[in-house]
Nanobody, 124 residues
Framework: QVQLVESGGGLVQAGGSLRLSCAASTRRNYGMGWFRQAPGKEREFVAAISWSGGNTYYADSVKGRFTISRDGAKNTVYLQMNSLKPEDTAVYYC???????????????????WGQGTQVTVSS
């Protein structure tokens, strides 16, 4: 069983920045992703990164503003969020893809482990 623990959420004004962290309890070669869920909406893909870090993919809504990265030595994945907008308000979840270390998965069903989520609130 893999445990994922997110941190770094909070309240920020529009135009501000936050960096989310996701610490994993495993050193295995998992692809990682970030998803978010706003009140009354379905969980949606935000960004993903392959195990090596060489491949990344972003939702169109965050492209150019968010950056996903990972530190293998710390078993941690980051989501740097800049130019935040009120519509970015959501609970952010990190997830681990245990079935492939090479692919960059973008759908919920491709992920095997999930964190508990961290709240991000962007005020206008």
């Amino acid at each position: 069983q893999v445990q994922l623990v997110e941190s770094g959420g909070g309240l920020v004004q529009a135009g501000g920045s936050l960096r989310l962290s996701c610490a994993a309890s495993t050193r295995r070669n998992y692809g990682m992703g970030w998803f978010r869920q706003a009140p009354g909406k379905e969980r949606e893909f935000v960004a993903a990164i392959s195990w090596s870090g060489g491949n990344t993919y972003y939702a169109d809504s965050v492209k150019g503003r968010f950056t996903i990265s990972r530190d293998g030595a710390k078993n941690t994945v980051y989501l740097q969020m800049n130019s935040l907008k009120p519509e970015d308000t959501a609970v952010y979840y990190c997830a681990a893809d245990a079935r492939s270390s090479l692919r960059v998965a973008i759908s919920i069903g491709e992920y095997d482990y999930w964190g508990q989520g961290t709240q991000v609130t962007v005020s206008s």
